[in-house]
């Protein structure tokens, strides 16, 4: 078990540009979740996938975002336009749907100049 | 509003000696409370949970308490380790098919040698 893996680590990018960043959770878990957590804050929830239907979203996802889980497994978060107030650390977390506990990835470090 | 509050920013203990971090929360339908640890450029790592049914749960070194009455939970790390420094988030969750965690801002514990 290699636990949750986010590519890429780290991504600086310009304003407006479009990024994309790779989930891979724990191989046997259906659920998948994205959060975004800022300086001095907790992690705030995006978004989550039961396999691969997308089953909540929150208010915090705005339609420059989008996030897919086309085949059940891996996941990607997509945001169009980026702005500078989307500077944050984007983490992915898997579950079993049977269980509570999230397990988070490393993150990926969005730095939009 | 906040839902989940971590009122004490920084908490500095000496090594050996009990740390304990508090949580408070609004909501009395939540089901599932959670303790999460960070360290600096990684994710957050499980520590321990506990159920609403339960008003205690151990697990080596650290127990976390449930005060339904009060809405509060405290997790006692005893004894503390020099390793144990890091940001303790704690999180809530409806349970059931509600998927998402709620965090609190989380409290820096600085354990000192």
């Known amino acids: 078990d290699t636990g949750v893996s986010q590519d890429p680590r780290h991504k600086i990018t310009k304003r407006g540009q479009n990024v994309t960043f790779r989930c891979d959770p724990i191989?046997?878990?259906?659920?998948l979740y994205w959060y975004r957590q800022t300086l001095g804050q907790g992690p705030e929830f995006l978004t989550y996938?039961?396999?691969?239907?997308?089953?909540?979203k929150s208010r915090l996802l705005s339609d420059r975002f989008s996030a897919e889980r086309p085949k059940g497994s891996f996941s990607t978060l997509e945001i169009q336009r980026t702005e500078q107030g989307d500077s944050a650390m984007y983490l992915c977390?898997?579950?079993?749907?049977?269980?509570?506990?999230?397990?988070f990835g490393p993150g990926t470090r969005l730095t939009v100049l | 509003d906040q839902q989940v509050k971590q009122n004490s920013p920084s908490l500095s203990v000496q090594e050996g000696r009990i740390s304990i971090l508090n949580c408070d929360y609004t909501?009395?339908?939540?089901?599932?409370f959670l303790w999460y640890k960070k360290y600096p450029a990684e994710g957050p790592t499980f520590l321990i949970s506990i159920s609403s049914i339960k008003d205690k749960n151990e697990d080596g070194r650290f127990t976390v308490f449930l005060n339904k009455s009060a809405k509060h939970l405290s997790l006692h790390i005893v004894p503390s380790q020099p390793g144990d420094s890091a940001v303790y988030f704690c999180?809530?969750?409806?349970?059931?098919?509600?998927?998402?965690?709620?965090f609190g801002k989380g409290t820096k514990l600085s354990v000192k040698p």
């Open positions: 977390a898997s579950s079993l749907a049977t269980e509570i506990t999230q397990y």
């Open positions: 996938f039961q396999n691969e239907a997308q089953l909540e």
């Open positions: 999180a809530v969750t409806y349970g059931g098919s509600q998927g998402n965690l709620i």
């Open positions: 191989s046997e878990h259906n659920r």
């Open positions: 909501n009395s339908m939540f089901d599932y």
